[in-house]
């Protein structure tokens, strides 16, 4: 089992940048068999898919809505996985998960293939 928390959240103007973190502790695996993503979910919105990273850290993918936009990157040593979130827009507010897939390795789009989730952290983009 895996605890994580999420950090970095918070109120920018559209075109701003911020940077969201996820510590993991609590397992007696290492960092390593994980493999991470971020999720995020609006006001009467679906969870949403944002970005997914390998256990490596060798593959990463993302939707078009934030392609080219945002960078999700680990550091196994640190066991924290990060999301660098560059050119925000109003349409990026929502609460941002962090979450674990001891299960998969690769990168995974879908929620039910990760199996820990942090408790969320508010990202408000105002226009």
């Known amino acids: 089992q895996v605890r994580l928390v999420e950090s970095g959240g918070g109120l920018v103007q559209a075109g701003d940048s911020l940077r969201l973190s996820c510590a993991a502790s609590?397992?007696?695996?290492?960092?390593?068999?994980?493999?991470m993503g971020w999720f995020r979910q609006a006001p009467g919105k679906e969870r949403e898919f944002v970005a997914a990273?390998?256990?490596?850290?060798?593959?990463?993918n993302y939707p078009d809505s934030v392609k080219g936009r945002f960078t999700i990157s680990r550091d196994n040593a640190r066991n924290t996985v990060y999301l660098q979130m560059n050119s925000l827009k109003p349409e990026d507010t929502a609460v941002y998960y962090c979450?674990?897939?001891?299960?998969?390795?690769?990168?995974?789009?879908?929620?039910?293939?990760?199996?820990?989730w942090g408790q969320g952290t508010q990202v408000t983009v105002s226009s």
């Open positions: 979450t674990a897939s001891l299960r998969f390795d690769g990168v995974r789009y879908a929620s039910s293939e990760y199996d820990y």
């Open positions: 609590g397992s007696t695996l290492t960092f390593s068999r994980y493999a």
């Open positions: 990273i390998s256990r490596s850290g060798g593959s990463t």
